[in-house]
């Protein structure tokens, strides 16, 4: 594959991708780069639905493969949520240290066995000849009883992976990428492409 764009304005998911991808394709742009600048109704009931929201809004102005992510934290004590709505829980623009502590104070007095969370990211594609694919993919853990950690974005601080003794804001990049959903995800959506 020569070129494909993905549907994100988000320096960071670019470098992921980038490195994750460019065995597989030549050349990725960002949707800036590609001189696209749309912004989709993310109103679907899944991941899947919005991945494929956005990657078919961006297709519609590209002859190139385009692919686009969506993904979120399931707490499982409160049903699955944030879920699909991860990023406009409490508002899209509250501080994500407001977010975490009103999810660490939702789970006061909760024990271990009861915190179990996950990221969850789907990958959808939409390719020239209008066919779809999408794949998701999983990282589990615990939700922890305090912020720790500096790295990584929203709700890292407070994601414990047991199995790594830290939480996902205590990673590098590259340890992050090498575990988490997103990371996964791309990977599997890879296998996908090269199989076409
Ligand atoms: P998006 O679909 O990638 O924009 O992610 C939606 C929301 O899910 C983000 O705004 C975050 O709140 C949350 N989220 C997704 N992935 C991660 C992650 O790797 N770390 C922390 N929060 C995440």
């Given at each position: 594959m020569k070129r494909m764009i993905f549907a994100t304005g988000n320096a960071g998911k670019m470098k992921e991708i980038r490195s994750i991808m460019e065995d597989t394709c030549r050349e990725i742009l960002s949707m800036k780069e590609a001189g696209i600048s749309i912004e989709a109704e993310?109103?679907?009931?899944t991941y899947e639905e919005n991945a494929l929201i956005k990657a078919r809004a961006v297709a519609h102005h590209t002859p190139d493969p385009v692919l686009a992510d969506d993904s979120g934290l399931e707490i499982d004590f409160l049903?699955?949520?944030?879920?699909?709505?991860s990023a406009r829980y409490?508002?899209?623009?509250?501080p994500y240290s407001i977010k975490n502590a009103e999810l660490i104070r939702r789970l006061e007095g909760v024990p271990d066995e009861k915190r179990t969370a996950r990221f969850v990211c789907a990958i959808a594609a939409v390719l020239p000849d209008g066919r779809e694919i999408t794949v998701r993919d999983t990282i589990e853990g615990l939700i922890g009883y305090e912020e720790k950690g500096?790295?990584?974005?929203?709700y890292d601080p407070i994601f414990y992976v047991p199995e790594l003794g830290?939480?996902?804001?205590?990673?590098?990049e590259e340890e992050k990428n090498q575990v988490s959903h997103r990371g996964k995800a791309l990977r599997l959506m890879k296998e996908e492409l090269k199989n076409l």
């Open positions: 993310e109103n679907g009931k049903n699955g949520e944030p879920g699909v709505y409490l508002g899209e623009d509250t500096g790295n990584g974005f929203g830290k939480t996902t804001a205590e990673l590098t």
